[in-house]
Nanobody, 127 residues
Framework: QVQLVESGGGLVQAGDSLRLSCAAS????????VGWFRQAPGKEREFVAA????????YYGDSVKGRFTMSRDNVKNMVFLQMNSLKPEDTAAYYC????????????????????WGQGTQVTVSS
């Protein structure tokens, strides 16, 4: 089991940037996939981005591609989500999650594919 703690959310204006952090503990950091999801009130949880920590590959949801960038720090056991050109529709609670299956070449875009979740951090973008 992996423990995940998100931080970095806040209230910003449209066009601003934020960087979210996800600190992981409890398992060898480099052996799984970490994803970011978001959920706005009344909406389903949406895939944002993910990184496979074994091979370093990243992939993104269509709504954030070109604006958000995911990265990692293997020494600190952390992943980051740099969010640029934020829009009001990016407003949501953001969660990081871990897939412990060890699949190196799978793309994990569905919430049920992740077994461990953080508590979430709120991002609010005003127009």
């Amino acid at each position: 089991q992996v423990q995940l703690v998100e931080s970095g959310g806040g209230l910003v204006q449209a066009g601003d940037s934020l960087r979210l952090s996800c600190a992981a503990s409890g398992h060898t950091f480099s052996t799984y996939t970490v994803g970011w999801f978001r959920q706005a009130p009344g909406k389903e949880r949406e895939f944002v981005a993910a990184i496979n920590l074994s091979v370093g590959t990243t992939y993104y949801g269509d709504s954030v591609k070109g604006r958000f960038t995911m990265s990692r720090d293997n020494v600190k056991n952390m992943v980051f989500l740099q969010m640029n050109s934020l829009k009001p529709e990016d407003t949501a609670a953001y969660y990081c999650a871990a897939d412990m299956s060890g699949c190196r070449w799978c793309e994990r875009r569905l919430a049920y594919e992740y077994t461990d979740w953080g508590q979430g951090t709120q991002v609010t973008v005003s127009s």
